[in-house]
């Protein structure tokens, strides 16, 4: 059974920094991509970043570029997602999730239950 399981989550000053870490179960972790997503209260999800698992390229939603970095150690079947230079509006729930493929805007196939941030202005 596919498993991903978020932490890092918590309350943090605007400017600040977070990292969230995505671990996986029960599948060969290094053959999926990760990406990382987040919705808000009364919003849309929005595809946050994505790693691929072929070479390791990234994809970075205009709103996080510059201030958010994704990364991958497959001995530790782990995704890291980097967060700087927090906003009040970077607060949300955020899901990693995994399939064969990044797939920001539709979505991808197995999904963690997410881990809550908060940013205070």
């Known amino acids: 059974e596919v498993q991903l399981v978020e932490s890092g989550g918590g309350l943090v000053q605007a400017g600040g920094s977070l990292r969230l870490s995505c671990v996986g179960y029960?599948?060969?972790?290094?053959?999926?991509?990760i990406g990382w997503f987040r919705q808000a209260p009364g919003l849309g999800r929005e595809g946050v970043a994505c790693?691929?698992?072929?070479?390791?390229?990234?994809d970075y939603a205009d709103s996080v570029k510059g201030r958010f970095t994704i990364s991958r150690d497959n001995a530790k079947n782990t995704v890291y997602l980097e967060m700087n230079s927090l906003k009040p509006e970077d607060t949300a729930y955020y899901h990693c999730?995994?399939?064969?493929?990044?797939?920001?805007?539709?979505?991808?196939?197995?999904w963690g239950k997410g881990t809550p941030v908060t940013v205070s202005s």
């Open positions: 790693i691929s698992s072929s070479d390791g390229s990234t």
């Open positions: 999730a995994a399939d064969d493929e990044c797939y920001l805007l539709a979505g991808m196939d197995y």
């Open positions: 029960g599948f060969t972790f290094g053959d999926y991509a």
